[in-house]
């Protein structure tokens, strides 16, 4: 049973430009949850993805945009990157069927450096 | 918003116990998560409170009162794997559906 998957898993950008990141959630999964780490740090919510629909959106500017597939997987934009974008960035799934525990699963994140 | 703090770090040796604290204030409260992250790898879940008192899972335990706003994560008989990241995230009212995290603490075991 696969579980989250991201790629790419390393990348370096310059600044100004945009990055694409891509996570496939756990099998059975339909909930799609985007987290910023930055080193030293908890994970920051930035969306959450439900029905191909941004169901709740953190505090991140309108530079981080996102989208949900019919199935399931998801992706994380960011244009004009800046150096403070510089972070993990972890996608996790979940299942609103199985109860509101808020178990996620995480992937092991994709690592963001803009120089 | 919400307020979530932890300890930066914590040390113990191989065999001993160590307790991790949390203290949070939130708009409203819908659970209390734990999650350790080793180095360089992705969050795992380790426990869940919703009403006050202790979750018992083998050599883990998570104590919650809501009213002091207030967890600790209890590791026993440590072991050199436990080395990692813990983290502390709180949900906070029904239909709000991210968690929140604290900075995490670092937990270090010695022989």
């Known amino acids: 049973d696969a579980g989250v998957t991201q790629s790419p898993t390393h990348l370096i950008k310059t600044r100004g430009q945009q990055v694409t990141l891509r996570c496939s959630p756990k099998?059975?999964?339909?909930?799609v949850s985007w987290y910023q780490q930055a080193l030293g740090q908890g994970p920051q919510f930035i969306f959450q993805?439900?029905?191909?629909?941004?169901?709740q959106r953190g505090n991140f500017p309108d530079r981080f945009s996102g989208h949900q597939f019919p199935n399931y997987s998801s992706e994380l934009n960011v244009n004009a990157l800046l150096l403070g974008d510089s972070a993990l960035y972890l996608c996790?799934?979940?299942?609103?069927?199985?109860?509101?525990?808020?178990?996620?699963?995480f992937g092991e994140g994709s690592r963001l450096t803009v120089l | 918003g919400q307020n979530i703090d932890q300890p930066t770090e914590m040390t113990a040796t191989e065999g001993a116990i160590v307790q991790i604290n949390c203290t949070y204030q939130?708009?409203?409260?819908?659970?209390l998560f734990w999650y350790q992250q080793h180095a360089g790898e992705a969050p795992t879940f380790l426990s869940y409170?919703?009403?006050?008192g202790l979750e018992e899972k083998g050599r883990f335990s998570s104590f919650l009162s809501r009213s002091k706003g207030y967890s600790y994560l209890l590791l026993k008989e440590l072991q050199m794997k436990d080395s990692a990241s813990y983290l502390c995230?709180?949900?906070?009212?029904?239909?709000?559906?991210?968690?929140?995290f604290g900075a995490g603490t670092t937990v270090t075991v010695r022989a």
């Open positions: 409170n919703v009403l006050d």
């Open positions: 099998s059975g999964h339909d909930t």
């Open positions: 996790a799934s979940s299942s609103w069927t199985s109860g509101n525990t808020g178990e996620l699963f």
């Open positions: 995230a709180v949900r906070a009212p029904l239909n709000d559906y991210k968690l929140s």
């Open positions: 993805y439900y029905e191909e629909e941004e169901r």
């Open positions: 939130t708009s409203g409260f819908n659970g």
